[in-house]
């Protein structure tokens, strides 16, 4: 069956980085995307970006830009979601979601991984 | 960025109605219309994709309508395990940005 098992919750400081990962089974990893979706403390679903597995390739949010990197490594069927620069309001629950293609929706979600932001 | 504007913020229902979500969008996206259910600590799950299609394992009770800009989720009859919050979601140009949500409620 499909999984996706992602790391555990991280407490950084401001300005520090996290790097979250999202190991994937129960499917061929390189053809399906991989979406990154954020969610604030009693707040919406905030789209970051999304990784080919395939190639590598990527599309990131403005709002993001400079301070993530969405990397994968197929020989353990992860995907990595690295945001730098942190501040407070980045603390959210982080989650991966895989996509059939790259306009679809995303049918399976890990399970999140929160992420605290605190001096 | 395309905003999607869903309606109404929260809702108040009883068990056995009919409920409709709305959801507009900034602009022209096709079908590209997906729908979520959240509930409380967990992740979401997809309910409809393509604006209309059931996902895989989603009761019947379930549909959505729309294209272009105006898009609809129906609940026909709700049960108890319904009561979540509902996520719009428009995947035709990145980014691929939600509703802010609409959270349903028991009368």
């Known amino acids: 069956q499909v999984q996706l098992v992602q790391s555990g919750a991280e407490v950084k400081k401001p300005g520090a980085s996290v790097k979250v990962s999202c190991k994937a089974s129960?499917?061929?990893?390189?053809?399906?995307?991989m979406h990154w979706v954020r969610q604030a403390p009693g707040q919406g679903l905030e789209w970051m970006g999304i990784?080919?597995?395939?190639?590598?390739?990527?599309s990131y949010a403005q709002k993001f830009q400079g301070r993530v990197t969405m990397t994968r490594d197929t020989s353990t069927s992860t995907v990595y979601m690295d945001l730098s620069s942190l501040r407070s309001e980045d603390t959210a629950v982080y989650y991966c979601a895989r996509a059939p293609e790259y306009s679809s929706s995303s049918d399976y979600w890990g399970q999140g991984t929160l992420v605290t932001v605190s001096s | 960025d395309i905003q999607m504007t869903q309606s109404p913020s929260s809702l108040s229902a009883s068990v056995g109605d009919r409920i409709t979500i709305t959801c507009r969008a900034s602009q022209y996206i096709s079908s590209y219309l997906n729908w979520y259910q959240q509930k409380p600590g967990k992740a979401p799950k997809l309910l409809i994709y393509a604006a209309s299609s059931l996902q895989s394992g989603v009761p019947s009770r379930f549909s959505g309508s729309g294209s272009g800009t105006d898009f609809t989720l129906t609940i026909s009859s709700l049960q108890p395990e319904d009561f979540a919050t509902y996520y719009c979601?428009?995947?035709?140009?990145?980014?691929?940005?939600f509703g802010q949500g609409t959270k349903l409620e028991i009368k």
């Open positions: 990784i080919n597995p395939s190639g590598g390739s990527t």
């Open positions: 129960g499917y061929t990893f390189t053809s399906y995307y």
């Open positions: 979601q428009q995947s035709y140009s990145t980014p691929y940005t």
